[in-house]
């Protein structure tokens, strides 16, 4: 991080800017690549799969914790260590649930970072907070699937290096209500798969990645492209977002940490009213209430991490759901003070700051809003009182 990351930060955005302006905006900056090689040759990769020797670092989710922090300290760095959203996601769902020939075409190029993935879930047209409510669907048709479904909010999708989506829709309407939807493989430039435009988040577009929305228009693919089976899709979604939530909680203590790094130089360097900011008392509470509030927030984190690899995902679920509470307003108190203390240059891209708060305040909607998770402690804490 502190001899390639860090010093590269500038180096990626300028070779960006460079590309946009050659109306290339959608395409990898050349350092990108160049940081990979030098991570992978270091043994830094694929560190997420948590005790799988066979495809990842061999670590446990406690293990990660760490590293995946650390890795959360800068935008370009996860995908330095192909340890990146939605990608890290999708391994997870290839090495659990897919077929030999799943894995030979779609895992291995994902585990050497040859190639990038998206995960399209959520629709417009419904309250996708609730997944059953999914409307897009997946429809057998002799040897093949047919897909017609209008989805956003995909990322990664707009990345030109982008290959292979998977897909959540309902196959049997009549199915018992988490029965209903299944998983499915649809590579990219399938027939019928078009990309209607990418999201920008409160203005940051997140190129060369993007997040987009997608129309699957009688989008056909063999019936040998489904993943586990037919109304799996559902336990398929829990058993993926239970590690993607808490890898999300992870970076952002990382983000929190960056953010307070940044806030202690510059009160350190502004000098207002003739002495410096850091004697300010004001200034010195939010310095002690964001570390005391970062390590609350870790060791959270830690425990959820701890109980995934020690009682399963299932188990770990209000944990879970805490800390994905916890970690994005956490994140977020932490920027907006960095950010006031930063005065102007906090709010314009000169600091990642405003970023970093952008991302931060969308991680309270993705993998399940607050209010979700808050429902589900609540309802866990009451089954263990009655």
Not at 345 to 363: C, I, K, N
């Amino acid at each position: 991080m502190e001899e390639v990351v860090y010093p590269n930060e500038i180096t990626y955005k300028k070779q960006l800017e460079a590309a946009t302006a050659r109306g290339e905006r959608w395409s990898i900056p050349p350092i990108m690549e160049e940081m990979k090689r030098q991570a992978k040759s270091a043994g830094l990769w694929n560190l997420f799969l948590p005790e799988s020797e066979e495809y990842g670092a061999g670590l446990t989710n406690l293990e990660y914790a760490p590293l995946c922090e650390i890795m959360g300290k800068s935008p370009i760095a996860p995908e330095v260590f192909n340890c990146n959203a939605p990608d890290t996601g999708n391994m997870e769902v290839l090495v659990r649930y897919g077929t030999e020939e799943q894995k030979e075409r779609w895992l291995k190029p994902l585990l050497e970072g040859e190639i990038r993935s998206c995960f399209a879930m959520t629709e417009p047209d419904v309250a996708s907070s609730d997944a059953t409510n999914i409307r897009g669907r997946i429809e057998r048709d002799g040897d093949e699937y047919v897909i017609n479904a209008r989805k956003w909010w995909i990322t990664g999708a707009g990345d030109p290096r982008c290959e292979i989506c998977i897909f959540m829709g309902k196959t049997d309407p009549e199915a018992p209500r988490h029965e209903q939807q299944s998983m499915i493989l649809i590579p990219m430039d399938t027939p019928g798969v078009q990309v209607e435009r990418t999201l920008p988040v409160f203005g940051y577009d997140d190129a060369p990645h993007g997040h987009a929305e997608i129309t699957f228009k009688d989008v056909r693919v063999p019936k040998e492209n489904i993943l586990w089976e037919e109304g799996k899709g559902f336990a398929i979604a829990q058993g993926r977002l239970g590690p993607g939530r808490i890898h999300h909680c992870m970076r952002l203590i990382g983000v929190a940490e960056r953010a307070l790094e940044l806030m202690c130089e510059r009160v350190k360097a502004r000098e207002p009213f003739g002495k410096p900011l850091s004697e300010q008392g004001v200034i010195q509470e939010w310095i002690a209430d964001s570390r005391i509030e970062i390590e609350q927030a870790r060791l959270l984190t830690l425990k959820a991490a701890y109980m995934m690899d020690v009682v399963g995902n299932k188990a770990a679920r209000s944990e879970i759901s805490q800390i994905k509470v916890v970690a994005p307003n956490v994140a977020l108190r932490v920027l907006d003070r960095a950010i006031q203390a930063h005065g102007g240059a906090g709010v314009s891209e000169d600091f990642p700051l405003a970023y970093f708060w952008a991302a931060s305040r969308t991680l309270r909607l993705a993998d399940g809003p607050d209010e979700v998770h808050r429902a589900t402690i609540a309802r866990l804490e009451l089954r263990r009182h009655s």
